[in-house]
C-alpha cells in the first residue's frame, strides 16, 4: 500500500497570499495518478485536480498541481476566503486498487 | 446534470447490519468505476470498496467479508451492504463516481450518510 504524507498539518495564512500544499509518498505513484481534493465543513469532497496537474472542471486556474514520482505539489497562487478548507491527496490507479489518500492539511485564515 | 444521493444510515448495535444507497442521476452506475469512501469522525478519507464497470469487486482488509458492494441498473443505484458491524465502522460513508471503468480520481461525490455503531 502507498502511504501518502501530507504536510503541513495546518497552514495558516491570509487572503491574498500563495499557499504550498506537499504530499509525499511512500514509493513512486503509477502513471501520475495523483489526485487533490478540497473538503469544507460539512460537506463532501470536491475534486480540483487530477492527473497530477489536471484542473476539474470549473475550477479556478489560481489551483495548480506539479510533481512527479513521490513528490506532489497543489498551490493555489492568491488565497480568496472561500479556499480555506481541507485539502486531501489521493492516488489512484492500481489494479486491484489500492487507493489511498493523505491525512489532509487544513489551511486556515490568519 | 450528474447527482449522487445517499440513505440508509443511522445508529446501529455492535454485531448489526445495515445497507446503504446510492441513487444515481445523469450517467448509468454501470458506466463507471463506482466507489465507497468513508470518513470516521474528525478524520480522513479512507477507500472502502469500489466495482469496476465490468463488475469486479474489491474491498479494504478491515472490511473484506462484511462488506459487499453491489449495484442495480434498473435502479441505477449502487449499494453497500454491511455486516457484523463493529464500533470502529462508525464514519460518514461517501459514495463516489469515478472518471474511467476502473481505479480513477473520484469527479462526484454524495452528500454522505452516517453511520453510528454504539449499543
Known amino acids: 500500500e502507498i502511504v501518502l504524507t501530507q504536510s503541513p498539518g495546518t497552514l495558516s495564512l491570509s487572503p491574498g497570499e500563495r499557499a504550498t500544499l506537499s504530499c509525499r509518498a511512500s514509493?513512486?505513484?503509477?502513471?501520475?495518478?495523483l489526485a487533490w481534493y478540497q473538503q469544507k465543513p460539512g460537506q463532501a469532497p470536491r475534486l480540483l485536480i487530477y492527473?497530477?496537474?489536471s484542473r476539474a472542471t470549473g475550477v479556478p486556474d489560481r489551483f495548480s498541481g506539479s510533481g512527479s514520482g513521490t513528490d506532489f505539489t497543489l498551490t493555489i497562487s492568491r488565497l480568496e476566503p472561500e479556499d480555506f478548507a481541507v485539502y486531501y491527496c489521493h492516488q489512484y490507479g492500481d489494479s486491484p486498487p489500492r487507493d489511498t489518500f493523505g491525512q489532509g492539511t487544513k489551511l486556515e485564515i490568519k | 446534470e450528474v447527482q449522487l444521493v445517499e440513505s440508509g444510515g443511522g445508529l446501529i448495535q455492535p454485531g448489526g447490519s445495515l445497507r446503504l444507497s446510492c441513487a444515481a442521476s445523469g450517467f448509468t452506475v454501470i458506466s463507471n468505476y463506482m466507489t465507497w469512501i468513508r470518513q470516521a469522525p474528525g478524520k480522513g478519507l479512507e477507500w472502502v470498496s469500489a466495482?469496476?464497470?465490468?463488475?469486479?469487486?474489491y474491498y479494504t482488509d478491515s472490511v473484506r467479508g462484511r462488506f459487499t458492494i453491489s449495484r442495480d441498473h434498473s435502479k441505477n443505484t449502487l449499494y453497500l451492504q454491511m455486516n457484523s458491524l463493529r464500533a470502529e465502522d462508525t464514519a460518514v460513508y461517501y459514495c463516489?463516481?469515478?472518471?474511467?471503468?476502473?481505479?480513477?480520481?473520484?469527479?462526484?461525490w454524495g452528500q454522505g450518510a452516517l453511520v453510528t455503531v454504539s449499543s
Open positions: 514509493q513512486s505513484v503509477s502513471s501520475n495518478y
Open positions: 463516489a463516481r469515478g472518471r474511467g471503468v476502473m481505479s480513477s480520481h473520484l469527479d462526484y
Open positions: 492527473g497530477v496537474s
Open positions: 466495482i469496476y464497470s465490468g463488475g469486479s469487486t
